[in-house]
């Protein structure tokens, strides 16, 4: 299997290399979101286990060098903080590649100590949160079992604190949490991200995304945190100049 692919475009990130540490044939995560753009989760589990192996990631990376990006980027088919290895798969990609790095995550396993170590050698972390209650979130995010929305935003909350990059704050809007927008402003401010994202699913997935004015109408909710982005808003990226390297399946965009 493909561990590394694109350059694909991404919203938020331009053109965006994907590392995948999980790599597996559907879709692996500890959540099984109703809007998510993989389709349902095949194998769903919050356990962390070394899926790819660091000297295949190496191997990856040695064909990689020519390759232009504007961010290498740990996503792909499953929850990049399920992967064991994720620190060190990040520190060697930060060697191997004159690229900045990034994680998107589902925040799942932001609360483990191990897991913020980990995200902190990154230079750019995309923490997604997505609802203001636990019955919202179980509604929305359809976690496995044992995963609480308070504990998740104690951890997101904790790594702001100890984190010396940049931390943006995904959140993802459709039907089911429009009318909570005031509440999830009131979070993102007390989480005090370097960047606020609204987002709506664009890419193919079972979910309609809402309109460009119903975006903006949750946006006003935000005013009063700074650099506030929309996926309305953001600029396409152009990856068509880059050169891109041969995938072996069909990877996703960064668009979650």
């Known amino acids: 299997m493909s561990i590394i692919y694109g350059p694909v475009p991404s919203w938020r990130l331009g053109g965006s290399l994907g590392i995948d540490m999980v790599s597996t044939r ?73 690229l900045p790095v990034a994680v998107v995550t589902n925040s799942s396993l932001i609360p483990r100590g191990d897991v913020r170590e980990e995200l902190s050698r990154a230079d750019v972390v995309v923490a997604k949160i997505d609802a203001s209650s636990q019955e919202l979130f179980c509604k929305i995010n359809r976690p496995v079992s044992g995963f609480y929305l308070n504990d998740i935003l104690k951890g997101i909350e904790r790594f702001r604190s100890e984190y010396k990059g940049k931390i943006a704050l995904q959140m993802m809007f459709i039907e089911a949490n429009k009318k909570y927008a005031s509440e999830m402003a009131r979070i993102a401010e007390q989480l005090a991200p370097d960047e606020v994202q609204i987002n709506t699913p664009l890419r193919p997935c079972a979910i309609k995304p809402l309109l460009p004015e119903e975006i903006d109408t949750i946006k006003h909710a935000f005013s009063a945190l700074k650099n506030v982005v929309t996926v309305y808003e953001a600029p396409k990226p152009d990856v068509a100049p880059l050169n891109t390297i041969e995938t072996r399946r069909r990877r996703p965009a960064e668009g979650r």
């Open 26 to 98: 559907g879709k692996t995560c500890s959540f099984d979101c109703m809007y998510c753009q993989l389709g349902k989760t095949v194998h769903d589990t919050a356990e962390r286990r070394e899926y790819i192996s660091i000297p295949d990631l190496i191997l990856e990376l040695n064909q990689v060098h020519e390759i232009s990006a504007d961010y290498a980027t740990f996503s792909g088919v499953g929850e990049p903080t399920i992967a064991a290895n994720l620190g060190q798969a990040i520190s060697i990609v930060r060697s191997a590649l004159a």
